[in-house]
């Protein structure tokens, strides 16, 4: 499939078929995928829960507003943040840099983080953002349906995934073979959201 095809065929699956299980090779090539997906400084904040237990899947579903699609999705991943990731052995993320950009590249980057969590947070979420459609645009294209989900308690399944406190979690992605339940798609036309130029 075509990136076009998958941005266009791509909706947010509301119910999964609960008997379908996901191969370890399909979970593998969408995970090592969605991997190359960029990142602030090619920090690859990104540190992903794969909810594999059941009756963690119950537990989280309990805090998620009973949302079916917690324990039913073939897939269920928890995207988290390691927000200190910029100072965790930084030289590995440019390690096969020219040796100039590595030099240049490594003050930069504690200049720009040191002492600035909300830069840190701002930053690690912009990557699980798109880690996310990342890994919703490859589901599709594997014959997958997903689902982004924020409507939980955030501190609740920070607890049930036992979360590092320097952590953050952004948001849930189901994936799974989809049911029927996709409604008309309702976007609002260019001209109510792209301004050119300036407001």
């Not at 991997?35 to 237990?53: C, E, F, G, K, T």
């Not at 590092?164 to 994936?175: D, E, F, L, Q």
């Amino acid at each position: 499939m075509d990136v076009m095809s998958a941005v266009q065929n791509r909706r947010a699956a509301k119910s999964f078929d609960p008997q379908h299980q996901m191969s370890a090779e399909t979970r593998r090539v969408l995970l090592e995928n969605a991997a190359l997906a960029p990142s602030a400084y090619n920090i690859q904040h990104w540190r992903v829960v794969d909810v594999q237990d059941i009756e963690l899947r119950k537990s989280i579903r309990e805090v998620a507003w009973g949302q079916a699609q917690v324990t039913d999705a073939s897939l269920l991943l928890v995207l988290c943040a390691d927000l200190e990731a910029w100072q965790e052995r930084p030289q590995r993320y440019w390690a096969t840099a020219p040796q100039p950009v590595q030099d240049f590249l490594l003050p930069k980057l504690d200049e720009y983080y040191r002492g600035k969590p909300e830069v840190a947070r701002d930053e690690a979420m912009r990557s699980l953002g798109i880690l996310g459609m990342t890994l919703m645009l490859l589901a599709q294209d594997l014959g997958y349906d997903s689902c982004p989900m924020d409507g939980f308690d955030y501190a609740a399944v920070a607890r049930l995934i036992r979360l590092p406190a320097h952590y953050a979690i952004g948001y849930m992605v189901a994936i799974g073979k989809g049911q029927d339940n996709a409604w008309e798609r309702n976007r609002l036309p260019l001209q109510d959201w792209l301004i050119k130029n300036h407001f």
